[in-house]
């Protein structure tokens, strides 16, 4: 089983700052099974990022997403006040078939 | 527009059981997988249960293997959990959520109902 290790668990940032945000695999970890979710408090979660680089449909280009085979980043290039949140990635995998999430980094406004 | 909207939820006593929905509208509901997610008060994301597209695999997370069965209902758009023999670590916020691709599983999940809260405590 893929165990999924986000890092860090908080970042404390400002609005108009860039955000860097880890996602490491426990094994590698196909990219076009890589993905990105937003929480805020109180509502489900959105996707982000798919296939660990794609933004889905509707998102600002401020996110993007990168890497491959066990470390995974999500950047959001300027924050923006709706952007404090907390941000979780997950892996699809195929045998079994299934999702793991990570354990979420929560960015907080400084 | 796409909606799931959960029922279902409520307060029930460890070892019974319980039954959530997913209704779903707004798009081609026998053409998605289906997953299950839940969140406990506070904590992460816990993947519970995946079911394909026309009902012929279902998946579970080790956690719940036994105890929940998931299913759908094509020609009542509808997604089902059933949950039995529910202990107090099961007590979390229940999430319907749909695949992103037609036919797919191996995706993300572009989707997701409101939730649905389930407490298990005698």
């Known amino acids: 089983e893929i165990v999924l290790t986000q890092s860090p668990g908080t970042l404390s940032l400002s609005p108009g700052e860039r955000a860097t945000l880890s996602c490491r695999a426990s094994?590698?970890?196909?990219?076009?099974?890589l993905a990105w979710y937003q929480q805020k408090p109180g509502q489900a979660p959105r996707l982000l990022i798919y296939g660990a680089s794609s933004r889905a449909t509707g998102i600002p280009d401020r996110f993007s997403g990168s890497g491959s085979g066990t470390d995974f980043t999500l950047t959001i290039s300027r924050l923006e006040p709706e952007d404090f949140a907390v941000y979780y990635c997950q892996q699809y995998g195929s045998s079994p078939p299934g999702l793991t999430f990570g354990g979420g980094t929560k960015v907080e406004i400084k | 527009q796409v909606q799931l909207v959960e029922s279902g939820g409520g307060v029930v006593q460890p070892g019974r059981s319980l039954r959530l929905s997913c209704a779903a509208s707004?798009?081609?509901?026998?053409?998605?997988?289906m997953h299950w997610v839940r969140q406990a008060p506070g904590k992460g994301l816990e993947w519970v249960a995946v079911i394909w597209y026309d009902g012929s695999n279902k998946y579970y997370a080790d956690s719940v293997k036994g105890r929940f069965t998931i299913s759908r209902d094509n020609s009542k758009n509808t997604l089902y959990l059933q949950m039995n023999s529910l202990r107090a670590e099961d007590t979390a916020v229940y999430y319907c959520?749909?695949?992103?691709?037609?036919?797919?599983?191996?995706?993300?999940?572009?989707?997701w109902g409101q939730g649905t809260l389930v407490t298990v405590s005698s």
């Open positions: 094994q590698s970890v196909s990219s076009s099974y």
């Open positions: 959520a749909r695949t992103q691709t037609k036919y797919d599983i191996l995706t993300g999940l572009d989707y």
């Open positions: 707004g798009f081609t509901f026998s053409s998605y997988g």
